[in-house]
């Protein structure tokens, strides 16, 4: 029964996070003035992030109507990489799913055996361009810059509106729309949000900010995953948040067995 639980909350992880950047809502920004750039840049989503964190973490996930929850720890640090540590009886590790620069690990403690997989190797990062740079930003609470461009090209190329109690960055790539909402009041990102043409659609929202450090971090992180046939919802509730620069890949155990890539992603519903 654990394996089986931790196969279908992995199964969502990997689902949110592969399809990070096919993120979709419904809303629209009111159309009004542009905000100037230089608002922007001044705000915490921007230049005052926290470059890696850790916290207790409850996780509770829905699955198209099936419910399911389990506790673990939460680490990442900006260029270093996501840890997800699944403790079902918050006694013992269970499971760990990592997000690293280079590839995506996954270490199975029960069954005493790990995999890994490039971020190439998986068909919709591939043809999505997403890639470990937007998984991190996802979970530091900032705003993704792609790769070759600096934060004042990034925002000169991107529409930039105000929303009531929200200003909206948009940034289109390739066949996919990003938005990220910055509550103008704190300047925190409040929400990212995006559509892709498939209609695969992903809603990021954070809440309950607390101060950590010089900065505030949500507590509260929920992924919304919807599309034709597809329906879950993953919810991050986050306690003794601390910043935390230190990080280092699992080396798993000799005694365990390396799994292919393709037997990870049977496990992880993938094909």
Same mark, same amino acid.
């Given at each position: ?104 690990q996954y270490i199975n403690k029960i069954e005493a055996e790990y995999a890994r997989v490039d971020y ?25 810059? @792609?790769?070759g461009l600096s934060m004042d090209s990034f925002l000169a190329a991107a529409t930039i509106v105000d ?54 971090? @949500?507590a509260a992180m929920e992924l919304t995953l919807g599309g034709a046939g597809l329906g879950a919802t ?17 080396? @798993? ?7 292919? @890539? ?10």
């Amino acid at each position: 029964m654990v394996r089986k639980n931790n196969a279908l909350l992995l199964c969502l992880l990997m689902a949110v996070m592969l399809l990070a950047g096919c993120k979709s809502s419904k809303e629209t920004a009111t159309q009004s003035a542009k905000v100037h750039i230089e608002q922007i840049k001044k705000t915490t989503a921007v230049s005052g992030a926290l470059s890696g964190v850790s916290a207790k973490m409850r996780l509770s996930a829905n699955i198209n109507g099936k419910q399911l929850s389990s506790s673990g720890n939460l680490k990442a640090l900006k260029g270093g990489g996501v840890q997800l540590a699944i403790t079902p009886l918050g006694i013992f590790e269970a499971a760990r799913v990592e997000f690293l620069p280079l590839y995506v690990q996954y270490i199975n403690k029960i069954e005493a055996e790990y995999a890994r997989v490039d971020y190439s190797s998986i068909a919709l990062l591939k043809q999505h361009g997403i890639g470990f740079a937007l998984l991190e930003s996802l979970f530091l609470n900032c705003i993704d810059v @792609p790769a070759g461009l600096s934060m004042d090209s990034f925002l000169a190329a991107a529409t930039i509106v105000d929303a009531g109690e929200n200003m909206v960055v948009t940034y289109k790539a390739a066949d996919i729309t990003y938005e990220y909402h910055i509550n103008k009041a704190t300047g925190l990102l409040a929400k990212s949000v995006g559509t892709y043409k498939n209609g695969t659609s992903v809603t990021c929202a954070y809440g309950k900010f607390q101060q950590v450090g010089d900065a505030q971090f @949500p507590a509260a992180m929920e992924l919304t995953l919807g599309g034709a046939g597809l329906g879950a919802t993953l919810s991050f509730s986050l306690s003794r948040i601390k910043e935390n620069n230190e990080f280092a890949p699992t080396l @798993p155990s000799a005694s365990y067995k390396k799994v292919s @890539p393709e037997s990870l992603l049977k496990l992880l519903g993938g094909k």
